[in-house]
C-alpha cells in the first residue's frame, strides 16, 4: 500500500511539473517573442530643389482654327460638282451648281410683271396729265365765275383719284422690281463659290443628290472648308481644373496617330458654357471647352483625329520637393488631447460634443530616416506634377526620406519602426 502512494505521488509531481516547465516555455517564449521588433524595408531618396510645373490633362479633338460649313440657301438636285474631299481650293472657285430651271422661269415671270407694271404706270402717268390740265383750267374759269362750285369740286375729286392711282402704279414698278430682284437672287445662289482659301475637309454629298434650302430650315450641310495651316485642338477640361487654366498657357498635346510625337501650343479660348454630359445620374460630368492654337502643326494633321493635352498652368522654380508618393496622411487619433480646467468643469458640453471636439483632421507625413528607424514629420505641401510634390515647411534639403514602399508609408511606418534600406531594383535590362 505504501509503495502504491508514494508512486502515485511521484506521479502527479511529474504530471505538475511538466505542466509548469511548459506554462513557464510559454510565458518566455510570449516574452521574448513580443519584444521582438519588425524591421521594414524602404527605400529612400533625398530631398533636393527642382523645378515644378502644375499641369491640367484633358481630352479632345484635333480641329481647324478657320472653317465654313458651306449650306445652300435654295432648294434643287445638284447638277455640277467640280472637287472632292481632300481638294484645295481658292477663294471664288465654283464648289457647287444646283439646277436653276425653276429659278430661271421664275425671273422670266418677274421681269414680265415689272414690263407690265411699267407700262400701267406711263399710262396712269398720262392720264394724270391730262386730268391735271382740266383741273387747273377749272380753277381759273372759278375765279372768273365763269366754272360753277360743283364743277370745281367734281374737277378736283377726279385729279385726286388720277393722284392715288399713279401712286399705286408707282408702288406696283417698285413691287414687281423687288421680286425681280429677289428672283435674281435666287438663281444667283444655285452657284456657290469658296468663301476662302482652304480644303475640302469634309463632303458629304455626290453628284446628282437634292438639296434642301436654308430659308425655311436649317438646310443640307453640303461640304466644310477648313484652313488646315491654322490647326488647334478642342479639348474639355473639368469644371475643377478649369479655373487652374489662364489664356496664354503653353500646352503639350499628343495625337493618338503621332504616337509619342509632342506638339506645342497655346490656350487662346476658354469657353464660358459648360458642356453637360449624362445630367440629371450619377455619371453626371461637367466640362468646359479649351482651345488650344499648335504653333508647330504638321501637314498630316486632319479634323477629328483624337489628342490628349497636357496644360502647364503654373510653373515654381528651385523648391524643395520630394517625391509624390513620399508624402502620405496621418492622424492624431492616438495622441490625447490635453482638456483645460475649464472643460473638466464644465457640464454644458455633452459627451458627443466632447468626441467631436478631439477628433483632428489628418495632417500630411513624410518620414525620415535617422539612426536606422523612421521619424514622422509633418510638412506643408505647394505645388505638385506628375512625380514631384513641393515642400513649403517641415524638410531641409539633402535630408532622406523614405520613398517606398507604398505599403510601407500608408500602413506600415510608425514613428520610431525600424527600419533597413532596400536597394532599389535596376530597370535596365542585361545584355
Known amino acids: 500500500m505504501g509503495n502504491g502512494k508514494q508512486k502515485k505521488s511521484k506521479k502527479k509531481i511529474y504530471i505538475f511539473g511538466g505542466i509548469g516547465i511548459v506554462l513557464l516555455a510559454l510565458v518566455l517564449f510570449a516574452l521574448l517573442g513580443g519584444s521582438k521588433e519588425e524591421i521594414i524595408s524602404i527605400q529612400t531618396e533625398s530631398v533636393i530643389k527642382r523645378?515644378?510645373?502644375?499641369?491640367?490633362?484633358?481630352?479632345?479633338?484635333?480641329?481647324?482654327?478657320?472653317?465654313?460649313?458651306?449650306?445652300?440657301?435654295?432648294?434643287?438636285?445638284?447638277?455640277?460638282?467640280?472637287?472632292?474631299?481632300?481638294?484645295?481650293?481658292?477663294?471664288?472657285?465654283?464648289?457647287?451648281?444646283?439646277?436653276?430651271?425653276?429659278?430661271?422661269?421664275?425671273?422670266?415671270?418677274?421681269?414680265?410683271?415689272?414690263?407690265?407694271?411699267?407700262?400701267?404706270?406711263?399710262?396712269?402717268?398720262?392720264?394724270?396729265?391730262?386730268?391735271?390740265?382740266?383741273?387747273?383750267?377749272?380753277?381759273?374759269?372759278?375765279?372768273?365765275?365763269?366754272?360753277?362750285?360743283?364743277?370745281?369740286?367734281?374737277?378736283?375729286?377726279?385729279?385726286?383719284?388720277?393722284?392715288?392711282?399713279?401712286?399705286?402704279?408707282?408702288?406696283?414698278?417698285?413691287?414687281?422690281?423687288?421680286?425681280?430682284?429677289?428672283?435674281?437672287?435666287?438663281?444667283?445662289?444655285?452657284?456657290?463659290?469658296?468663301?476662302?482659301?482652304g480644303t475640302i475637309s469634309q463632303l458629304n454629298v455626290q453628284l446628282g443628290d437634292r438639296v434642301l434650302g436654308s430659308g425655311f430650315s436649317q438646310g443640307t450641310d453640303i461640304m466644310t472648308v477648313s484652313d488646315l495651316r491654322s490647326i488647334i485642338a478642342t479639348v474639355q477640361v473639368d469644371e475643377n481644373d478649369v479655373i487652374l487654366v489662364a489664356l496664354g498657357d503653353t500646352a503639350r498635346i499628343k495625337v493618338d496617330a503621332y504616337g509619342d510625337k509632342i506638339f506645342k501650343g497655346t490656350v487662346y479660348q476658354i469657353g464660358n458654357s459648360a458642356v453637360a454630359t449624362g445630367t440629371g445620374t450619377q455619371e453626371q460630368v461637367v466640362n468646359f471647352d479649351v482651345k488650344i492654337r499648335l504653333t508647330d502643326p504638321d501637314p498630316g494633321l486632319r479634323p477629328g483625329m483624337s489628342c490628349n493635352a497636357t496644360i502647364e498652368t503654373q510653373t515654381i522654380n528651385n523648391v524643395l520637393s520630394v517625391p509624390i508618393q513620399c508624402v502620405t496622411a496621418r492622424g492624431d487619433e492616438n495622441k490625447p488631447k490635453e482638456i483645460s480646467q475649464d472643460d473638466k468643469n464644465s457640464n454644458v458640453i455633452d459627451k458627443k460634443d466632447k468626441k467631436t471636439s478631439v477628433t483632428t483632421k489628418p495632417k500630411e507625413v513624410v518620414f525620415v530616416v535617422e539612426n536606422n528607424k523612421a521619424k514622422m514629420k509633418e510638412v506643408t505641401t505647394g505645388l505638385s506634377d506628375d512625380n514631384y510634390i513641393q515642400i513649403k515647411d517641415g524638410l531641409k534639403d539633402g535630408e532622406k526620406v523614405v520613398s517606398g514602399s507604398y505599403r510601407a508609408i500608408s500602413r506600415e511606418l510608425n514613428d520610431g519602426s525600424k527600419v533597413k534600406l532596400e536597394e532599389k531594383k535596376s530597370t535596365t535590362a542585361k545584355k
Open 51 to 197: 523645378d515644378i510645373t502644375q499641369t491640367v490633362s484633358a481630352t479632345g479633338k484635333i480641329d481647324a482654327e478657320f472653317k465654313v460649313t458651306i449650306t445652300p440657301e435654295v432648294t434643287g438636285e445638284i447638277v455640277s460638282l467640280p472637287v472632292k474631299e481632300g481638294d484645295r481650293v481658292k477663294k471664288g472657285q465654283l464648289l457647287i451648281k444646283i439646277k436653276a430651271d425653276v429659278y430661271i422661269a421664275q425671273q422670266q415671270r418677274a421681269e414680265a410683271n415689272l414690263s407690265s407694271a411699267k407700262s400701267s404706270l406711263a399710262m396712269n402717268k398720262a392720264q394724270l396729265d391730262k386730268i391735271t390740265a382740266d383741273y387747273n383750267r377749272t380753277k381759273e374759269l372759278h375765279l372768273k365765275k365763269l366754272a360753277s362750285d360743283s364743277d370745281l369740286e367734281t374737277a378736283k375729286s377726279t385729279y385726286l383719284s388720277a393722284v392715288a392711282n399713279y401712286e399705286g402704279a408707282q408702288a406696283t414698278v417698285l413691287q414687281m422690281q423687288a421680286s425681280l430682284n429677289e428672283t435674281n437672287q435666287s438663281l444667283y445662289k444655285t452657284t456657290i463659290n469658296s468663301p476662302m482659301d
